[in-house]
């Protein structure tokens, strides 16, 4: 993938990041750092290696706790949601948009 300014400046104004040129030049010094590291790979014999479907092919053990639902728990209505909001129209809370 070729990168440059342009395409940097395109991927990151669509973020809302405004960055200064010091900044665009640094990202695509790093990319092709981080390009340079990767090529490295290519130079690895890989014919004989197993493809695995995890990092390391052990059972995981997941220690979480099963879900309770708590019976005493009370449920809020819409009215409740619609007066606790700053602002509201008809029968949903408004907020500000924050993607272009």
Same mark, same amino acid.
């Given at each position: 993938?070729?990168?440059?300014? =342009?395409? !940097?400046? #395109? %991927?990151?104004? &669509?973020?809302?990041?405004?960055?200064?040129? #010091?900044?665009?030049? $640094? %990202? !695509?010094?790093?990319? $092709? /750092?981080?390009?340079? =590291?990767?090529?490295?790979?290519? *130079?690895?014999?890989?014919?004989?290696?197993?493809?695995?479907? $995890?990092?390391? =092919?052990?059972?995981?053990?997941?220690?979480?706790?099963?879900?309770?639902?708590?019976? /005493?728990? *009370? &449920?809020?209505?819409?009215?409740? !949601?619609? &007066?606790?909001?700053? @602002?509201?129209?008809?029968?949903?809370? @408004? %907020?500000?948009?924050?993607?272009?």
């Amino acid at each position: 993938m070729t990168v440059n300014k =342009e395409k !940097i400046k #395109e %991927i990151v104004n &669509s973020l809302m990041f405004n960055p200064s040129d #010091e900044v665009l030049d $640094h %990202i !695509i010094e790093n990319w $092709h /750092e981080l390009e340079n =590291e990767l090529k490295s790979f290519d *130079k690895l014999d890989l014919d004989k290696v197993k493809p695995l479907s $995890h990092i390391n =092919e052990e059972y995981k053990i997941d220690l979480l706790r099963d879900d309770e639902f708590d019976n /005493e728990f *009370k &449920s809020i209505n819409k009215s409740q !949601i619609l &007066s606790n909001a700053a @602002t509201s129209d008809d029968d949903y809370v @408004t %907020i500000k948009k924050v993607v272009k």
